[in-house]
């Protein structure tokens, strides 16, 4: 049974960084790009992130590009994204998911999410 | 960026009834448009991908089609368990992007 669990959501100021991590289970966790996709209370779903399997290919979405970095540890069957210079609209449920190509990009195993909360 | 748009943005409907909900893409895309539901409180699941490919496990009553820029999801007879807000996704291009939703509300 594959798993997704992230951690490190939080209560954070303005300005302030937190770290997310995800940890997965049982598939070849290296050989497959990974994403976050973030969702604000009450709002559709935003993609945020991702990461190919051997961590040299990333990219952003604009809203936090400069201010997210995603990586990965294949050991650790790990992946993480620190925020810095965190705003009030990076509020919302963090998802971690796989990405699939099979043939096009989809997301398609997902955490239960991890909740950020940027207020002061 | 390729804006992702759909319709309607909510609708009631009966258990039976067969639903359709659509998405526009702002260029054309091919056929790299993916399904997701969601329910409250839930992570997104998905259903379909590359526009009409049945997610495993997914039930045969959930269809998808179209391609270039318009896309459709269908549900054939809508069972109690359909009801849940869904998103179509392009992976054309980045920023991946998500419709706003559709909300799938008991009538």
């Known amino acids: 049974q594959v798993q997704v669990v992230e951690s490190g959501g939080g209560l954070v100021k303005p300005g302030g960084s937190l770290r997310l991590s995800c940890v997965v289970s049982s598939f070849s966790f290296s050989d497959d790009y990974m994403t976050w996709i973030r969702q604000a209370p009450g709002k559709g779903l935003e993609w945020v992130a991702y990461i190919s399997g051997n961590g040299r290919t990333i990219d952003y979405g604009d809203s936090v590009k400069g201010r997210f970095t995603i990586s990965r540890d294949n050991a650790k069957k790990s992946l993480f994204l620190q925020m810095n210079s965190l705003r009030a609209d990076d509020t919302g449920v963090y998802y971690c998911?796989?990405?699939?190509?099979?043939?096009?990009?989809?997301?398609?195993?997902w955490g239960n999410g991890t909740t950020v909360t940027v207020s002061s | 960026d390729i804006q992702m748009t759909q319709s309607p943005s909510s609708l009631s409907a009966s258990v039976g009834d067969r639903v359709t909900i659509s998405c526009r893409a702002s260029q054309t895309i091919t056929l790299y448009v993916n399904w997701y539901q969601q329910k409250p409180g839930k992570a997104p699941k998905l259903l379909l991908y590359?526009?009409?490919s049945l997610q495993s496990g997914v039930p045969s009553r959930i269809s998808g089609s179209g391609s270039g820029t318009e896309f459709t999801l269908t549900i054939s007879s809508l069972q109690p368990e359909d009801f849940a807000t869904y998103y179509c996704?392009?992976?054309?291009?980045?920023?991946?992007?998500f419709g706003q939703g559709t909300k799938v509300e008991i009538k």
């Open positions: 996704q392009q992976t054309y291009s980045t920023p991946w992007t």
């Open positions: 998911a796989r990405v699939e190509y099979s043939p096009i990009y989809n997301m398609d195993v």
């Open positions: 590359a526009a009409s």
